[in-house]
Nanobody, 127 residues
Framework: VQLQASGGGLVQAGGSLRLSCAAS????????VGWFRQAPGKEREFVAT????????YYADSVKGRFTISRDNAWNTVYLQMNVLKPEDTAVYYC?????????????????????WGQGTLVTVSS
């Protein structure tokens, strides 16, 4: 499975971006998907996750109310809509999937829960 994260870029504080995570070789539709980010000089951290059926969603406190994760199974894509961006949101954003067993409504917030990772897309928020 190859994951492709896209949609990053440079935006001013208060602006919005939408990141996309697409898969080649396999469908995303059967797996939980997570977004993580790594800021310069910091460890990678959890951002958001969605269950296999899209019914369970969880966000990091730092993005709750500003970011929205969603999945479009028809397009085999998971999105991260990011609004009211702040300079502290600057990071490389990664999407990841868990292809091992999971129930339809389970979500996962730990890096070790995921076994496939995309290459990352850079989001830079200027003040």
């Amino acid at each position: 499975v190859q994951l492709q994260a896209s949609g990053g870029g440079l935006v001013q504080a208060g602006g919005s971006l939408r990141l996309s995570c697409a898969a080649s070789g396999r469908t995303l539709n059967f797996w939980p998907v997570g977004w993580f980010r790594q800021a310069p000089g910091k460890e990678r951290e959890f951002v958001a996750t969605v269950s296999r059926n899209g019914g369970s969603i969880y966000y990091a406190d730092s993005v709750k109310g500003r970011f929205t994760i969603s999945r479009d199974n028809a397009w085999n894509t998971v999105y991260l809509q990011m609004n009211v961006l702040k300079p502290e949101d600057t990071a490389v954003y990664y999407c990841a999937v868990r292809s091992t067993y999971s129930s339809v409504s389970s979500y996962y917030t730990q890096e070790d829960d995921y076994n496939y990772w995309g290459q990352g897309t850079l989001v830079t928020v200027s003040s």
